[in-house]
């Protein structure tokens, strides 16, 4: 699979592909025409309670992983619906947090790479 990430309030891109909105939240300030966004997958964002937890700390990124993954294999249905929905071509993951490295979104491409092979 092709996975890219991307904060939503970046311009789209042909590149982007199918672009998935992957928070729980809706993103501040963007108006849903605007978003340009195919699918909101907000069932497999992290739980609030894990979210406001990790509050985007380096330090807590392991840890955020593993608590997410654990909470995203207690949803087996809706992470299957969301890896069908990807489908076989470009995918483009949207978060809208301003941390571009440690979010959930990654963490999300991450397991899924991982799982594929």
Known sequence: ??????????????????????????PRGLAREKAHIDLWLKDLAPSTALRKWFDHDPAKWEEFKRRYLLELQQRPDALAHGIEAMGTGAVTLLFAAREERFNDAVALREFILDRGR
Do not use: F, H, Q
């Open 1 to 26: 699979m092709n996975i890219r990430v991307k904060r939503v309030y970046e311009a789209p891109s042909p590149d982007d592909g199918m672009r998935i909105l992957v928070d729980r939240l809706w």
